[in-house]
T-cell receptor, first 112, second 112 residues
Framework: GQQLNQSPQSMFIQEGEDVSMNCTSS?????WLWYKQEPGEGPVLLIA?????ELTSNGRLTAQFGITRKDSFLNISASIPSDVGIYFC????????????FGAGTTVTVRA | EAQVTQNPRYLITVTGKKLTVTCSQN?????MSWYRQDPGLGLRQIYY???????DKGDVPEGYKVSRKEKRNFPLILESPSPNQTSLYFC???????????FGSGTQLSVL
């Protein structure tokens, strides 16, 4: 499958902070998706992006489809404790419309 | 309620003892897929199905089998489990080419 590099691998948040994470691919994607996984549950779709340059928001979450079509970014504004979890990027390449490749995930934890 | 149901949630077995993890969705989705989640590796696709009787390999299909005899069900079969198949498994479904995936709650498998 396609190689997706997601960073950072983990991060600590303080309530009220803005946080960012990103995902890069070695090849061009036609779709970028961002999922969140909470403990004991399966991933849940947060945002879907379909066009280069597209900027889409879902509440305090904003994601962008990179102009090069090889990257995507997710921002969380004004963090709250329930933002903890694992965030995954996922993408579909032009060569295979049926296979979704996932990044390794960014683990978000509340800073004590 | 729209959902993907996996059973069992937890399973401990021994090497070589055949097992099946069931997956059922009630959303009339054409596309279904199995993933395994391992620390640091994210979600890797095992097999997927675009419709009844249509299945294809994902990125890590070795040691697994699937079948799609009915639209709602997509069981994962391990004919002879080995310890390296110890993992967290997720079933997912989608109505549109595997993009907006709905995930089950996961099956934690331990092979001793």
């Amino acid at each position: 499958g396609q190689q997706l590099n997601q960073s950072p691998q983990s991060m600590f948040i303080q309530e009220g902070e803005d946080v960012s994470m990103n995902c890069t691919s070695s090849s061009i994607f036609n779709t970028w998706l961002w999922y969140k996984q909470e403990p004991g549950e399966g991933p849940v779709l947060l945002i879907a992006l379909y066009k280069a340059g597209e900027l889409t928001s879902n509440g305090r979450l904003t994601a962008q489809f990179g102009i090069t079509r090889k990257d995507s970014f997710l921002n969380i504004s004004a963090s709250i404790p329930s933002d903890v979890g694992i965030y995954f990027c996922a993408g579909q390449s032009l060569s295979n419309d049926y296979k979704l490749s996932f990044g390794a995930g960014t683990t978000v934890t509340v800073r004590a | 309620e729209a959902q993907v149901t996996q059973n069992p949630r937890y399973l401990i077995t021994v090497t070589g003892k055949k097992l099946t993890v069931t997956c059922s969705q009630n959303m009339n989705h054409e596309y279904m897929s199995w993933y395994r989640q391992d620390p640091g590796l994210g979600l890797r696709q095992i097999y997927y199905s675009m419709n009844v009787e249509v299945t294809d390999k994902g990125d890590v299909p070795e040691g697994y089998k699937v079948s799609r005899k009915e639209k709602r069900n997509f069981p994962l079969i391990l004919e002879s489990p080995s310890p390296n198949q110890t993992s967290l498994y997720f079933c997912a479904s989608s109505s549109v080419s595997g993009k907006k995936l709905f995930f089950g709650s996961g099956t934690q498998l331990s092979v001793l």
